[in-house]
């Protein structure tokens, strides 16, 4: 079944206005009609079973019938990756939300190059990444700051796995021993940490130098690496297999 992002709140009878886009793509794209049902989520109220009931000139009109999830996020990972080349850093958002973490902290380095964001561009992907995995939350997506100002006021108990490409701990072996904790992951610029940020995040207590291998990741490919392994070793990856969502009519019975 179809699944869109609006931003408004949902609750059983509320009116819900797609946009005009998102109005065009399910009456020409998908060829919906009066009286067909999609899935709608705003990243706050769970997912909703929303029926198609009006087809205006300015977009289509549903009506939330029934909450079909309750509103639920993924475990408390967080990504931090310096702002790298456009290309690189829209591919790690979309990967990162399909990955599951919770939030996006784009962060400025000694070696950061760019300069320009397109927040709305990166909020867009988040969203469209959302819809398609099935999540019901949406991750958010920090303006860069400076990574010694993110270290300056550390979240009291969230690690860090610092993804070193000098060296560090094989990351599977790092992992093994992590808890429950809340942690986050941080990928450097295309042209890696300085030596002096490496001291800095080295020494800090909270904080897990990772090796992902012996061969340079470009930053989007290490942010995935790093994502994936965090999420077999201690993320939803065990918990929660997709099989055990499935339903019987998504098994094809
Ligand atoms: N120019 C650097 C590479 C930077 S790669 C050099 O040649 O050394 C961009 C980021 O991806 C790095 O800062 C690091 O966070 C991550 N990364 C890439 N390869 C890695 C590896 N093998 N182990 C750990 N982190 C890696």
Redesign the pocket.
């Known amino acids: 079944m179809i699944r869109l992002f609006v931003p408004t709140p949902l609750a059983a009878d509320a009116a819900v206005l797609p946009t005009l886009d998102q109005s065009r793509y399910l009456s020409q794209v998908m060829r919906l009609k009066i009286g067909d049902d999609l899935l709608v989520f705003n990243g706050r109220d769970g997912e909703w079973r929303c029926v198609i009931t009006e087809v205006l000139k300015k977009g289509l009109v549903l009506k939330a019938e029934a909450q079909v999830r309750p509103p639920a996020t993924g475990p408390d990972l967080e990504l931090l990756i310096?702002v790298?080349k456009k290309s690189a850093l829209e591919f790690a958002v979309e990967k990162a939300t399909e990955l599951g973490v919770r939030r996006i902290r784009l962060v400025v380095?000694h070696?950061t190059q760019v300069q320009h964001v397109r927040m709305d561009r990166l909020d867009a992907i988040a969203i469209e990444a959302a819809e398609q995995t099935g999540r019901v939350d949406v991750p958010m997506i920090d303006e860069p700051v400076k990574l010694g100002e993110l270290l300056d006021r550390w979240e009291a108990g969230r690690r860090l796995m610092?993804?070193?490409?000098?060296?560090?701990a094989p990351?599977t072996a790092a992992l093994q021993t992590a808890g429950e904790d809340p942690w986050a992951v941080?990928?450097?610029?295309?042209?890696?940490?300085s030596p002096e940020e490496r001291e800095r995040l080295r020494a800090l207590p909270f904080t897990t130098a990772?090796?992902?291998?012996?061969?340079?990741?470009?930053?989007d490919?290490?942010?995935i690496?790093?994502l994936t392994l965090w999420q077999a070793a201690v993320g939803d990856w065990e918990r929660q297999p997709r099989a055990s969502l499935s339903t019987p009519q998504q098994n094809g019975a």
């Open positions: 310096s790298v380095t070696r610092f993804c070193d490409e000098t060296g560090g990351a941080l990928i450097g610029p295309e042209g890696g940490f990772v090796s992902l291998g012996p061969r340079i990741l470009r930053a490919t290490a942010a690496a790093a």
